[in-house]
Structures are given as structure tokens and as C-alpha cells.
């Protein structure tokens, strides 16, 4: 059986806020939702609704342990060299960076109490990542079963 953790609070009140995210993110979303609204309908009472958006069959957390082993695997399949979860973070930050989108903003988007700080930490962009990036797309929507 899968394991599950119970919601946590978020880390601060900057972490409760919107998220900003591209069309196509939405589509994915939107899909992966219909998919959850039919799991809640196959489940029945035993699906609990936590409103969380990645969830066990029965609408539980997944351990973050298990997300990671996911993504693992399927950077893994998708033939990308080895990292971890969180560098989405710093890839998501040079990306933007590297499209022109100024530290403040960036900074706003991680929400970091300092520019400083996200220049220290997020300026690096490799010059095959939105390439490799781009080859996870698919991996994830396999995986989520999207």
C-alpha cells in the first residue's frame, strides 16, 4: 500500500499565495483534474476530499518521498542525467532569467525575501536545459497518467 502524509501547513504566509502558470500547465491541470473527479466517482465515500491537487487513489497526500522517487524515474526514462526535485526551482528560475524576466520579479515568484538572495541562488543556466526540460513533459504526463 502506498504511503501517505497528512496536509501540512504551508511554511510561511508567503507560501499561501497564487501561483502563476502558462496555458499550457492549465490544460494539464484541467485534464488531470477530470481524471480525479472520475477517481472520486469510482471511490465513493472511502476518496477524502483534501483539495490537494496530487493525491493517492483515495484523495490522501503522497509521501514527498514518493513524488521524488517518481520524478527519479522518470528523468531516469526520459534519459536525463540525474537531479533532484527541487532543481525544477533553479530551472525554473534560470529559464525566466534567461528569458529576460528581471531578479525582482523572480524573486517574487519564489518568494524570497531578498533579490540577493535569488541572484546568489538562481542564476545559472545551462545551455541544454530548456532542451532537457522539455523531454520531461512527457515523462510527467506518463507518469500522472495524463
Given at each position: 500500500?502506498?504511503?501517505?502524509?497528512?496536509?501540512?501547513?504551508?511554511?510561511?504566509?508567503?507560501?499561501?499565495?497564487?501561483?502563476?502558470?502558462?496555458?499550457?500547465?492549465?490544460?494539464?491541470?484541467?485534464?488531470?483534474?477530470?481524471?480525479?473527479?472520475?477517481?472520486?466517482?469510482?471511490?465513493?465515500?472511502?476518496?477524502?476530499?483534501?483539495?490537494?491537487?496530487?493525491?493517492?487513489?483515495?484523495?490522501?497526500?503522497?509521501h514527498p518521498d514518493?513524488?521524488?522517487?517518481?520524478?527519479?524515474?522518470?528523468?531516469?526514462?526520459?534519459?536525463?542525467?540525474?537531479?533532484?526535485?527541487?532543481?525544477?526551482?533553479?530551472?525554473?528560475?534560470?529559464?525566466?532569467?534567461?528569458?529576460?524576466?528581471?531578479?525582482?520579479?523572480?524573486?517574487?515568484?519564489?518568494?524570497?525575501?531578498?533579490?540577493?538572495?535569488?541572484?546568489?541562488?538562481?542564476?545559472?543556466?545551462?545551455?541544454?536545459?530548456?532542451?532537457?526540460?522539455?523531454?520531461?513533459?512527457?515523462?510527467?504526463?506518463?507518469?500522472?497518467?495524463?
Open positions: 500500500m502506498a504511503e501517505h502524509v497528512d496536509v501540512a501547513v504551508v511554511k510561511s504566509h508567503a507560501s499561501d499565495a497564487p501561483v502563476a502558470i502558462d496555458p499550457a500547465t492549465v490544460a494539464v491541470l484541467r485534464a488531470w483534474r477530470r481524471s480525479q473527479l472520475a477517481g472520486r466517482l469510482h471511490m465513493g465515500k472511502q476518496r477524502k476530499d483534501t483539495g490537494l491537487v496530487f493525491t493517492l487513489e483515495d484523495g490522501t497526500a503522497f514518493r513524488l521524488t522517487d517518481i520524478f527519479e524515474w522518470e528523468a531516469f526514462q526520459a534519459g536525463l542525467p540525474p537531479f533532484r526535485l527541487h532543481k525544477l526551482r533553479h530551472c525554473a528560475a534560470s529559464i525566466a532569467r534567461a528569458a529576460g524576466v528581471s531578479m525582482k520579479e523572480i524573486q517574487a515568484l519564489l518568494r524570497h525575501s531578498s533579490s540577493t538572495i535569488t541572484a546568489d541562488l538562481y542564476t545559472s543556466v545551462p545551455e541544454d536545459l530548456a532542451e532537457q526540460m522539455s523531454r520531461m513533459n512527457p515523462a510527467l504526463k506518463r507518469s500522472f497518467k495524463i
